[in-house]
Nanobody
């Protein structure tokens, strides 16, 4: 397993941007697909985006498609989530997750999770 630490969360205004980072420890990061999930207050955690080990395949939730971009730098053991055109409904705790194998949107497929980083978007 890999250990994951998210950073980059904070307060943003509607229409603004934030970039989240997720740093992974371990030598097997490049063999893991990565995902971002979020949990808003009073709601279940939901899929946001995922990326394959090579970066060639990405997937997005419909709610963020065209506004968020997931990327990774295997040399730095880091995955990113660039968030633009933020909306108040993007307010949530954002988690990164890792799994061996192909990219997937299912939370249950991921075996390693970070502690989360808070994103708050004001209107």
């Amino acid at each position: 397993q890999v250990q994951l630490v998210e950073s980059g969360g904070g307060l943003a205004q509607a229409g603004g941007s934030l970039r989240l980072s997720c740093a992974a420890s371990g030598r097997t990061f490049s063999s893991h697909a990565m995902g971002w999930f979020r949990q808003a207050p009073g709601k279940e955690r939901e899929f946001v985006a995922s990326i394959s080990w090579s970066g060639a395949i990405t997937r997005y939730a419909d709610s963020v498609k065209g506004r968020f971009t997931i990327s990774r730098d295997n040399a730095k053991n880091t995955v990113y989530l660039q968030m633009s055109s933020l909306k108040p409904e993007d307010t949530a705790v954002y988690y990164c997750a890792a799994r061996r194998g192909g990219t997937t949107t299912l939370q249950s497929d991921y075996t390693s999770w970070g502690q989360g980083t808070q994103v708050t978007v004001s209107s």
